[in-house]
């Protein structure tokens, strides 16, 4: 999870930065998954006020120009864990990790292939950027949900 994290803060930082071009990436190692395909396809064109942008990684999403959220379908799927609080957008259970804030990382539980989205907060909230992709990333197969949920996101 550390190492992710690690990738993840400096993805973050770099992107946040803001380009106009297409969006670099390092797709997320299970990528290949057809749920990332999915998760694609059913991408909205925006998120909250943030349109789609081209990016170069297969499953990889960007929005904003700076980039203001990140999705990242096809990263490890998180086992359980009391360190990281649960959040429900739509019927769809994230892991939420604020340690990098503004910079928040959610990653979806109970859900495969998982898909990890890198959220701004001073930019957008988070639950409206989160109920923006849930019909995208609730097509992925449901294989569990978390036991306790927080009420705000």
Known sequence: MRKSLALVVVLAATLLAGCTQTVPFEPAENAIDPGCAEVVAHAPDSVGDF???ETD???VLAYGDPVTVIV??????????????CVSADDVHWLRDDTDAPNYV???YGRS????VIINRDRIAPGLALQD????????????????IEDSI
């Open 106 to 108: 959610f990653t979806t």
């Open 72 to 85: 990242r379908c096809g990263v490890d799927e998180p086992g359980p864990t009391a360190e990281l609080h």
């Open 51 to 53: 349109e789609k942008r």
């Open 57 to 59: 990684a297969q499953g």
């Open 113 to 116: 292939p998982a898909t990890e």
């Open 133 to 148: 992709l849930a019909s995208a990333v609730g097509g992925t197969e449901k294989v569990g949900q978390c036991t306790s």
